[in-house]
């Protein structure tokens, strides 16, 4: 794929030959690759969620490519339980607050007690993840990761996660989720939101619908390797090599060992 003078070519960070047309915050495929029919969405669809409720912003927010399929990815994937998707997150702001995300939780699997991961992956910009460890009025963990290209962050069971765009130019960035995997909405829409908001001056503003939210700690993305979350290879290339190694966002129940070492480093 040759990018034209309006693409930039993400190809070698994803992993999939793919470019960025930015002024229209899509993303073009290279051949063979199919997916989903692409979604947006637009600050209607999160004003529930905002600092300001009745904000302005970029149109649309952000756009989603789900069920990627490579071709030569798509059987172990599917075989694996496993998703792969792409969003693109307009620069900006929404009133006082950097472009985000809505929010959400995952679905539980059945018999276990644990819920569904995801593992984030940027290619392009800069951001922050959001996480706080539920979804109700008593959070009693929240945690800011600073990412940039080449950051993976691997989201934890029954975590609420949202992406924030910091920079003016689109945030690209790839995920592996659970195929089966409901994504609910429904708690925080009711809550107005996460427990904090991140405000464009760098500044954060507590929200009132939560008793009492600790202070947010910022860290930069970590590594580790072992579970598929280092910087030197993309994700999809790791999928070809081990077939096997994001099994524990299908299965959360079946690797204990990997939320040992993921909640201790975020507490």
Excluded: C
Excluded at 37 to 56: G, K, N
Excluded at 153 to 175: D, E
């Amino acid at each position: 794929m040759v990018a034209s003078e309006s693409a930039i070519d993400l190809g070698a960070i994803a992993g999939l030959p793919i470019v960025l047309h930015a002024e229209r915050l899509t993303i073009g495929f290279g051949d063979g690759i199919v997916t989903d029919p692409p979604s947006q969405r637009r600050v209607e669809d999160i004003r529930a969620m905002l600092f300001e409720p009745d904000s302005t912003g970029p149109d649309p927010l952000y756009t989603i490519y789900m069920n990627v399929r490579p071709p030569a990815l798509a059987q172990s994937l599917r075989e694996h339980g496993l998703g792969f998707g792409v969003v693109v997150d307009a620069g900006g702001q929404i009133g006082r607050e950097h472009v985000r995300s809505q929010g959400h939780t995952h679905s539980t699997p059945p018999g276990s007690d644990l819920a569904y991961s995801e593992v984030y992956e940027i290619w392009s910009g800069q951001g922050t993840v959001f996480l706080q460890d539920r979804a109700d009025g008593a959070v009693n963990e929240v945690v800011l990761i600073d990412v940039e290209p080449g950051n993976k962050v691997i989201i934890p069971p029954g975590w609420v996660h949202v992406m924030i765009n910091r920079g003016s130019a689109p945030l690209v960035f790839g995920a592996i989720y659970a195929l089966d995997a409901e994504l609910i909405y429904g708690p925080l829409r009711e809550l107005g939101g996460t427990a904090w908001y991140v405000l464009a001056d760098g500044s954060l503003a507590p929200n009132p619908r939560y008793t009492a939210p600790p202070a947010p700690r910022r860290m930069n993305a970590r590594e580790y390797p072992a579970f598929g979350a280092t910087k030197s290879r993309p994700m999809l290339d790791l999928v070809a090599d081990q077939p096997g190694i994001y099994d524990y966002v299908a299965r959360p129940q079946q690797a204990p060992h990997v939320w040992d070492v993921i909640l201790g480093d975020l507490r």
